[in-house]
């Protein structure tokens, strides 16, 4: 863990309610367990987000340096089944996090980890050409790819989407009205060899295992020629980190892999097959997933102006290699 190694405190608060959300699979006790035995500074703490009065009680016991949030209900077709879970944990939890921090630790830089989904199905209507293996944006305008003064309403976001557009906006305003050091990044896909990655969340990491296990990956409409921009943890919090060095005030950021890291699912088939020499068996269905994106990635250029000295370090195939190299070691245990 980045923050560890660097020196700091870690307290997490998590109440795996992603094993609750996605069975067996989501369940991430063993990261758990592996983070309580990697590092003596972290300590774990089994609260639910929804509990205001729990977190309250957290934020101001521990006063923390900073706030990274990431406690959240990911998936956009899960959201539809059960939307007050949805919301609740991401917009009200959100809300119980930023109060909390205004009430005990208002100084401390609070990072929102948000999504690209807030633009909902907007980025559609940017006109696409289709290339052997993608599609990918013919309008100029985009050719570093979407930033952050992207609409966000006025587009279908799916249930998920629009929760997260309300912490997302609850976010910044906590900045902006209470002049709270608050920042959005926007996540493309957000990704690494930790991640617990299941069908209806966690795009690589999924892919990987299913190709590692001869298990049949199902590609939901666009031909499988839909592009992510996908970043590693790694880089992720190399950014958090930096922005508690030197924190803004409600701004908002589009974090993926941007451009240089964008695949389409068709061309991770490829990778993921020559890391593992193992064929990717798949099954198509014509029908998209609702709201989702047929080509997204990321313009850096803010975040790099903001933050110089910050770029990507790890590339699409260098993520895969690690994603597979630790669901082998999972699955040996
Ligand atoms: N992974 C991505 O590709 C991606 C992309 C864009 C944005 N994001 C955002 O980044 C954040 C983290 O995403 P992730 O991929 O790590 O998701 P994740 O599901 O792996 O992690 C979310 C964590 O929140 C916990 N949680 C859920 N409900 C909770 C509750 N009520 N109380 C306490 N903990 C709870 C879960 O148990 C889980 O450990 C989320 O806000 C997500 O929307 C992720």
């Known amino acids: 863990m980045l923050f560890a190694s660097l020196g700091w405190k870690v307290h997490g608060l998590d109440n795996n309610m992603r094993a609750d959300f996605f069975g067996a699979g989501g369940d991430t006790r063993w990261n758990l367990a592996r983070l309580v035995q990697e590092h003596r500074s972290f300590t774990h703490h089994e609260i639910d987000i929804r509990d205001r009065r729990a977190v309250l009680d957290l934020i101001r016991r521990v006063k923390p340096t900073a706030i990274v949030h990431c406690a959240a209900q990911p998936s956009h077709d899960l959201a539809a089944s059960r939307p007050f879970d949805d919301f609740d944990v991401n917009a009200g939890g959100t809300l119980a996090l930023l109060e909390a921090a205004r ?3 208002p100084e401390a830089p609070f990072v929102h980890m948000s999504t690209n ?22 309008d100029a305008r985009y050719v570093n790819g979407i930033d952050e003064s992207f609409r966000i309403d006025r587009s279908k976001h799916s249930i998920f989407g629009a929760s997260k557009v309300a912490a997302d906006v609850m976010a910044q305003e906590y900045g902006r009205y209470f002049g709270m050091p608050v920042c959005c990044l926007r996540g493309g896909c957000l990704t690494g060899p930790n991640h617990a990655g299941v069908e209806l969340h966690g795009f690589l990491s999924y892919l990987v295992r ?55 699912i068709l061309e991770a088939f490829k990778i993921a097959e020559a890391i593992s020499a193992k064929p990717m068996r798949f099954e198509y269905d014509d029908r998209a997933r609702s709201g989702d994106h047929i080509c997204y990635y990321s313009d850096l250029t803010k975040m790099k102006m903001h933050y110089p000295g910050w770029s990507i370090t790890k590339s699409v195939h260098d993520t895969m290699a690690e994603i597979s190299e630790a669901w082998l070691i999972r699955v040996a245990r």
């Open 103 to 105: 009430q005990h630790a």
């Open 117 to 138: 989904k807030v633009y909902g199905d907007a980025p559609n209507d940017i006109s696409l050409v289709e290339t052997e293996t993608r599609w990918d944006y013919a």
């Open 210 to 264: 299913c190709n590692l296990e001869g298990r049949t990956y199902r590609i939901f409409g666009y031909k499988g020629k839909q592009v992510r921009d996908n970043i590693h943890s790694a880089d992720v919090g190399e950014f958090i980190n930096r922005f508690i060095a030197a924190p803004r005030v409600a701004e908002v950021y589009n974090i993926g892999g941007g451009k240089e890291n964008s695949v389409s």
